[in-house]
Each structure stands twice: as structure tokens, then as C-alpha cells.
T-cell receptor, first 116, second 113 residues
Framework: SQQGEEDPQALSIQEGENATMNCSYKTSINNLQWYRQNSGRGLVHLILIRSNEREKHSGRLRVTLDTSKKSSSLLITASRAADTASYFCAAPPPREGGTSYGKLTFGQGTILTVHP | DTEVTQTPKHLVMGMTNKKSLKCEQHMGHRAMYWYKQKAKKPPELMFVYSYEKLSINESVPSRFSPECPNSSLLNLHLHALQPEDSALYLC????????????FGPGTRLTVT
């Protein structure tokens, strides 16, 4: 089963607007990661948030994590046409001792389209 | 160098062919991964190599055979594939199998005819 489920499945906005994507997961996690994938290409790691963090920023990206609700959100501010891509959340399963396996399970993804 | 390279970019093969996909990284990463991705779906993990040893096989059919000749190279040998195996095959690497960020290659688009 998928660790992460994302919504919305698709999001269409105008350049300059903000885009928010949500991810919910089922089991405990040590960290949650967000990746971007341009059409038919490889994935690019955007940001990682650890389970003891609530919010993290990187440039125009803001990620929040609510472990009590088992959910995370990715906010892209002042979007650009170049942000058009699929966005996936992913989490590795924890193992005893506090580390994680390298096995990432991805959410279904949100397809973001930013119109110029 | 933070790049993972994959060859070939595109591959068309018949169901009786044998072919190989190649992946290379020079970041000193000790974990390498193969994923399969169908259109409009998330990547699905196939195999994980950690320190050149196979550590995870996600019940992948034996017509897919991974190989890790050294810490920089990862191969995926293909034999007797089915049309439903057509997909984008992604290779990734990470510092170790510790659940932190993975670096992905651009993928090989495989079509089985």
C-alpha cells in the first residue's frame, strides 16, 4: 500500500499565485520528502522534513508536517511556468534504532500546471 | 558531480530479446535503486543495492535481473519481457540505505513490442 496519498490530484493556477499540495500517510515516519518530476524525466529532491520538525523553508518552498494528523503540505509561493511538473511526497519506513530503510514509498502525486 | 546517468534513453525490444539498462553515479553513494514508473503513476521500487549487495527485491519477476558490478554501476538485465513491462525505468542513488534523499537519473523509456 502507498505510504503517502496526495491531494489534489491536479492543480491549475496562474503565474504568480501560490500552490498548495497535501500529503497524508499511514504509518509512523522518521522523515518525509518532496520530489518534483518534469514530464517523462527523473525526479528531483526538493526538501526533507524530519519527524521532529514542524515547518521547513527552501527558497519559494514551504513544507509543514503534522505528525498527529499524519499529514504534510508543500506550498510553492509566487509560482512560475517552470514550476509546472508532478510533485510527489515520499517517506521511508522506520526501523528499530531510529534509522530508516532506503525504501521510499511515493504518494500518488499532484500534477501542477502553472499558466503564464 | 551530483549526476546519475542512465543509458540508453529509449529502448524498444521484442519479447524474445535480451537487453540491459545501465546506471552510473560518481557521488560515492553506497546505495542504488531501480524503480519502475508507469504513466501518471508514482515510481514503484523494484530493487535496492546497499554496499553492492542486493538488500531489497520487491517480488520482481525473474525476467528482470539486477547486477551491481561495483559501487558506481548498476545494471538491469531484461529477458523475455511482456508488453505490460513497458514503462520508464528510473535509477537512483543515496549516500547509504538510510532513508534520506535520493538522486535520480533521467530514466530509460522502455517499450516492449
Amino acid at each position: 500500500s502507498q505510504q503517502g496519498e496526495e491531494d489534489p490530484q491536479a492543480l491549475s493556477i496562474q503565474e504568480g499565485e501560490n500552490a498548495t499540495m497535501n500529503c497524508s500517510y499511514k504509518t509512523s515516519i522518521n522523515n518525509l520528502q518532496w520530489y518534483r518530476q518534469n514530464s517523462g524525466r527523473g525526479l528531483v529532491h526538493l526538501i526533507l522534513i524530519r519527524s521532529n520538525e514542524r515547518e521547513k523553508h527552501s527558497g519559494r518552498l514551504r513544507v509543514t508536517l503534522d505528525t498527529s494528523k499524519k499529514s504534510s503540505s508543500l506550498l510553492i509561493t509566487a509560482s512560475r511556468a517552470a514550476d509546472t511538473a508532478s510533485y510527489f511526497c515520499a517517506a521511508p519506513p522506520p526501523r528499530e534504532g531510529g534509522t530508516s530503510y532506503g525504501k521510499l514509498t511515493f504518494g500518488q502525486g499532484t500534477i501542477l500546471t502553472v499558466h503564464p | 558531480d551530483t549526476e546519475v546517468t542512465q543509458t540508453p534513453k529509449h529502448l524498444v525490444m521484442g519479447m524474445t530479446n535480451k537487453k540491459s539498462l545501465k546506471c552510473e553515479q560518481h557521488m560515492g553513494h553506497r546505495a542504488m535503486y531501480w524503480y519502475k514508473q508507469k504513466a501518471k503513476k508514482p515510481p514503484e521500487l523494484m530493487f535496492v543495492y546497499s554496499y553492492e549487495k542486493l538488500s531489497i527485491n520487491e517480488s520482481v519477476p525473474s525476467r528482470f535481473s539486477p547486477e551491481c558490478p561495483n559501487s558506481s554501476l548498476l545494471n538491469l538485465h531484461l529477458h523475455a519481457l511482456q508488453p505490460e513491462d513497458s514503462a520508464l525505468y528510473l535509477c537512483a542513488s543515496s549516500q547509504a540505505e538510510t532513508g534520506y534523499e535520493q538522486y535520480f537519473g533521467p530514466g530509460t523509456r522502455l517499450t516492449v513490442t
